[in-house]
C-alpha cells in the first residue's frame, strides 16, 4: 500500500516536472512548432496512461504499455501535422483534437482488459474503464482542494506577515510538482479504496434517467412527426440532437451493466432501456438528415466533416441497439458486444482522422473548389476566407484562386478580405453600395433614407461583409440581411440602426450604429438577458424582421421586443 504510494506520487510529480521542462523548452524555442507539438502529445500520452494503469498493473508493464501508446499517438498527430504551416491550425482543428483525446483515453481499459480477462471481455472492460473514470474524477477533486488549502494556509499566515508558502509557490516548478505528487497519491489511495468507491452509485443514479430521457426523446420525436423538420436544419442543432443520443447510449449502458445479475431487474425499467436503445436510431437519423442538407446545399467543411463523423457513430450505435432489441433474448448481452465493437470503430475513426486516408481540410477544399467550379456557389457567396485557412489544401487553393481572379473581377471582390487581398477600388465600392441599396431589406420601409445614410458612411470592408451575408438565402427564402430603423436610444436625437448579417456557415451577427453629423458611430447589441440568437434561431429572427417590424418597449431604455421571445438593445 505504502509502496503504491510512493510510486504513483513519484509518477505524478515526473509528469508535472517534465511538462514544466517541456513548456520551458517551447518557450524559449529550443524546438521548432512541429517537434514541440510532438514531445509534448507523447509526455501527456504517456503520463496520462501511466497514471491510469500504474496500480491495476505493475509498473515496469505500465510504461512498456504507456509508452507504445504514447508513441502511437504522437507519431499519428506528427503525421497529421504536415497537413498545415502553423502548429496553431492545427490545435485548432476538431478532428485532430478530438482523435488525439480519443486514441489518449479510450484505449485505457482495453489494455487494462487485455493483461487480465482479456479485451472482449465485457466486465473486465466495463469495470476498468468506471474505474480510470472515477479514481482521475477523484484524483482531480483532491488536487483541487489542496490547493484550496494552500491558497488559505498563505491567506491566514499573510495576515500574521508570514510570507513563506507565495514564497515557495512562486517557485518555477513547484506549482507543477505540487499537482502531479498530488494527483498520484490520490490515484493511489483511490485504487486501494476501490471497493468503497465504488462506480455502483453512479451507475445506479444514472438508471434513474432512464425514464426521463426516454420520455423527453419520444415527445420530440412526436413533435418531429407533427411539425416537419423546417427548424432541425443545420450543424448546430444536429449537435444538440447527437449529445442527446451519446447521453441516451450512456445511460443504456449503466442500465445493462457488466452482466446479466449486475443489470436492472425491475420490469417496467427494462422496458424503458429497451425503448431508449430502441429509438436511438430514430433521433440519429434526424440528426444526420440535418447534416446532410447542410452539407448537399453548402458542401463540405472540416467542422461538418466533424459532425458527420459523430452522427456515423450515432447511426452505428442506433442500429446495433435496435438489432439487440429486436432480436429479443440477451439483448443486454448484445448491447454490451456492441458497445465493444463501437469502441473499437471509434478508435479505427481517431486513426483515419490523423491520416491521409481522411484528411478533412483536403476533403473540404476539394468540396468547395467543385462547387464554386461547377457553378453550384456563385462568387459572391464564395467563403473564400474560410478556404484559405483549412491547412496546406486552403494554400493550393488560394495559388489557384489568385491566378483566376485576375480575369474575373468578381472573384477579386469576394477574395478582398483583410490580409488577404487589398480593399476595392472606389468605383468597385460605389458598385457595392448601388446593390445593397436593392439587396439590404429595411424596417419599417419608408427608412430607406437612413439607409442610404449609413451605406455612404460605411467602410470599404463593412461594405464587402455586408455585400456577401446579403448574397446568402435563407433556407426560408429572402436574403441573409436585414436592417432595422427605430429609436432605440431615446435620448439620443434621431435614430439609430441595427443590422443583421449571416453567414455562409450559419452564424448571425449583429451590429449597431448611430448617425451623428455625418459620422457612424457603433453601438454594442444585446438582449439584455444572455446570448443573442444565432444559427438557425438568429437565421429566422432575420426573416421575421424582413417581414414586419415589431414594437419598441421601453426598459427604461428601448428595445426591439422580437417575435421568437427576448428582445434586442443597443447601447453606446
Not at 468540396?367 to 464554386?372: E, G, K, L, N, T
Request: hydrophobic share 55%; charged share 15%; glycine share 8%.
Amino acid at each position: 500500500m505504502a509502496r503504491q504510494r510512493l510510486i504513483l506520487a513519484m509518477v505524478g510529480a515526473l509528469a508535472g516536472g517534465c511538462l514544466y521542462l517541456l513548456f520551458r523548452v517551447v518557450a524559449e524555442g529550443v524546438l521548432n512548432q512541429t517537434a514541440a507539438l510532438t514531445a509534448m502529445v507523447f509526455v501527456g500520452v504517456l503520463f496520462t496512461s501511466l497514471l491510469a494503469l500504474t496500480g491495476p498493473m505493475e509498473l515496469p508493464r505500465a510504461v512498456g504499455r504507456a509508452g507504445l501508446q504514447a508513441g502511437i499517438v504522437a507519431a499519428l498527430i506528427f503525421w497529421a501535422s504536415f497537413r498545415f504551416d502553423a502548429v496553431d491550425e492545427l490545435a485548432a482543428s476538431p478532428i485532430v483534437v478530438a482523435s488525439g483525446l480519443i486514441l489518449t483515453f479510450v484505449p485505457l481499459p482495453f489494455i487494462l482488459a487485455r493483461d487480465g480477462l482479456g479485451w472482449r471481455n465485457y466486465p473486465a472492460l466495463f469495470m476498468a474503464a468506471w474505474g480510470i473514470v472515477m479514481r482521475s474524477t477523484v484524483a482531480w477533486v483532491f488536487v483541487g482542494i489542496l490547493w484550496l488549502v494552500i491558497y488559505l494556509s498563505h491567506a491566514l499566515l499573510g495576515l500574521v506577515g508570514i510570507d513563506v508558502i507565495s514564497q515557495i509557490i512562486q517557485m518555477p516548478p513547484v506549482p507543477w510538482l505540487i499537482t502531479g505528487t498530488a494527483f498520484g497519491l490520490a490515484m493511489a489511495v483511490a485504487l486501494e479504496l476501490s471497493e468503497v468507491m465504488s462506480a455502483y452509485l453512479v451507475l445506479r443514479l444514472l438508471r434513474l434517467l432512464v425514464p426521463v430521457i426516454l420520455v423527453v426523446m419520444a415527445v420530440f420525436l412526436v413533435a418531429v412527426g407533427l411539425n416537419g423538420f423546417g427548424r432541425l436544419q443545420g450543424v448546430s442543432a444536429s449537435a444538440i440532437l447527437l449529445a442527446m443520443v451519446g447521453l441516451a447510449a450512456t445511460l443504456v449502458t449503466s442500465a445493462v451493466d457488466q452482466a446479466d445479475e449486475d443489470a436492472v431487474q425491475n420490469l417496467a425499467m427494462q422496458r424503458a432501456t429497451q425503448g431508449l436503445a430502441a429509438i436511438l436510431i430514430l433521433q440519429a437519423g434526424v440528426a444526420s438528415w440535418g447534416i446532410v442538407v447542410r452539407v448537399l446545399d453548402h458542401g463540405w467543411t472540416p467542422e461538418r466533416l466533424f459532425a458527420s463523423t459523430v452522427a456515423v457513430l450515432a447511426l452505428g450505435y442506433g442500429v446495433t441497439y435496435l438489432y439487440a432489441v429486436a432480436r429479443g433474448r440477451a439483448w443486454m448481452e448484445r448491447i454490451r458486444q456492441a458497445n465493444i465493437w463501437m469502441a473499437l470503430a471509434l478508435m479505427a475513426l481517431a486513426v483515419l482522422w490523423l491520416t491521409p486516408v481522411l484528411n478533412p481540410e483536403r476533403i473540404s477544399v476539394n468540396s468547395q473548389m467543385a462547387r464554386f467550379e461547377s457553378g453550384k456557389t456563385p462568387v459572391a457567396e464564395f467563403d473564400v476566407y474560410s478556404l484559405i485557412q483549412w491547412g496546406r489544401a486552403g494554400g493550393a487553393a488560394k495559388t489557384a484562386l489568385d491566378e483566376k481572379a485576375k480575369s474575373d473581377p468578381a472573384l477579386a471582390t469576394v477574395m478582398a478580405t483583410p490580409g488577404y487581398a487589398p480593399s476595392p477600388e472606389p468605383g468597385e465600392a460605389e458598385a457595392m453600395r448601388a446593390a445593397l441599396i436593392t439587396a439590404l431589406p429595411v424596417q419599417p420601409a419608408s427608412a430607406s433614407g437612413l439607409r442610404d445614410q449609413l451605406l455612404a458612411l460605411a467602410s470599404d470592408y463593412d461594405l464587402q461583409s455586408w455585400t456577401a451575408a446579403c448574397a446568402l438565402t435563407l433556407d426560408v427564402g429572402g436574403p441573409a440581411c436585414v436592417l432595422v430603423v427605430a429609436d432605440f436610444l431615446p435620448d439620443r436625437p434621431g435614430q439609430e440602426v441595427l443590422l443583421l448579417l449571416g453567414s455562409e456557415g450559419g452564424y448571425v451577427t449583429y451590429l449597431g450604429y448611430a448617425l451623428d453629423g455625418g459620422t457612424l458611430t457603433s453601438l454594442s447589441v444585446d438582449n439584455g438577458s444572455g446570448e443573442l440568437a444565432i444559427y438557425e434561431d438568429g437565421s429566422r429572427l432575420i426573416a421575421e424582421l424582413q417581414v414586419a417590424l415589431p414594437e419598441l418597449r421601453p426598459v427604461p431604455r428601448n428595445e426591439l421586443a422580437v417575435p421568437s421571445g427576448g428582445a434586442i438593445s443597443l447601447q453606446p
